[in-house]
């Protein structure tokens, strides 16, 4: 009971409660983006084949919008089902590049050294990536895969060079500015 006294007295003199909800809100968009990949693991085969359908079929129209390709009406599906795969693990590699950028940058505000940090984000993410395999595992017509895991590593560590290609750009541009 002391410590919650001791904590609302601290709260109530702005250091400590400040100090803790900055620590949980930091994480908030990581637990969201989490919350979002886990809800796109929990669909069944034939949602998530579907999603990925409806996704190549839109990336078909606009390439023969823009005059990239031409497909003639009866060779579209032969095209469609060869995208869905790159698409479904593209899709994957994102989500997982943000993940990966979003617990980096929590790391970063609470304090990690941004070497610890780079590698903390991705055994972070591997982890989650294994957990959310694993949550596949349960779902009609879904797998858990370990070539999924890598492959969400992959775009953890993508996302990771993101970051610090952005991170370098605006060092360099606050550089030359002074």
Known sequence: MKIFNDLHMNMAAGSAGSYIFRKILIWIPVIVMYIVIFGFSGQN??????????????????????????????????????????????????????????VYTALLTDGIAAEIGTLAAVIITFLLAC??????????????????????????????????????????RRASDN
């Open 45 to 102: 085969g034939e949602q998530s084949g579907g999603l990925s359908r409806k996704v190549a079929n839109i990336v078909i129209d606009m390439a023969q919008d823009i005059h990239i390709i031409s497909i003639e009406d009866d060779e579209k599906d032969v095209y469609i089902e060869k995208l869905q795969f790159p698409i479904r693990k593209t899709a994957h590699m994102t989500e997982y590049a943000i993940l990966g950028m979003l």
């Open 131 to 172: 957990t959310d395999e694993f949550h596949q595992l349960y779902v009609p017509g879904r797998a858990g895969k370990f070539t999924d895991v890598l492959i969400d590593t992959t775009g953890c560590i993508i996302g990771m060079a993101i970051y610090y290609f952005i991170y370098k750009g605006i060092k360099s």
